[in-house]
């Protein structure tokens, strides 16, 4: 009998977050990182469980403000997502967004609103793909997600005001 993993709630946040060019990046939290990242089994089978602990972790992440930490979890998850499953659509989509509010901390605005267009894109390619299953991108508010970022996407220059919490799009 196995244990099951434990929760995203009780695993530790980094200690700090990372930004690329204000410190080096052997800087990086890369052993709490790995506490995560060995979570994540080699494949999932059939669809990226919703309540998988580092998938919310990288979610949580995000909306704490680790953004590049949060793409680094979120890319081990949809490395082991099913070859053209929703849910690898939907983790590129925020990747994206985590690469995005990293950008907007860096005072990139204009990288930043070509990383939430394309984050965008993909939301908008996961909508045209429908849904009915139990993964992560079937109860996840991707159109919610999408409109919140299509209102950032309206400014003229983005700021660091405008960051995306994943949880804001479900607070719609």
Not at 43 to 64: E, K, S
Not at 78 to 87: K, V
Not at 139 to 157: D, E, M, N, Q
Request: with cysteine; charged share 20%; aromatic share 8%.
């Amino acid at each position: 009998m196995t244990t099951p993993p434990p929760a995203a709630g009780n695993l530790p946040l980094p200690r700090w977050a990372y930004v690329p060019g204000e410190s080096d990046k052997a800087s990086a939290d890369y052993e709490t990182l790995a506490q995560i990242t060995a979570l994540v089994p080699p494949r999932f089978g059939g669809y990226v469980p919703a309540r998988h602990p580092a998938l919310r972790y990288g979610i949580m992440l995000n909306d704490h403000g680790y953004f590049w930490e949060s793409q680094e979890i979120l890319e081990a998850v949809w490395a082991a997502a099913p070859q053209g499953g929703r849910e690898r659509i939907l983790l590129r989509a925020c990747i994206l967004i985590a690469t995005a509010n990293l950008r907007l901390r860096m005072q990139k605005p204009h990288v930043a609103s070509r990383l939430f267009g394309e984050a965008l894109g993909e939301l908008d390619a996961l909508g045209a793909r429908g849904a009915g299953g139990d993964g992560f991108a079937d109860c996840f508010p991707g159109a919610a997600l999408a409109a919140l970022i299509k209102a950032r996407l309206t400014r003229s220059l983005l700021s660091t005001a405008d960051l995306v919490a994943f949880a804001a799009a479900g607070r719609t």
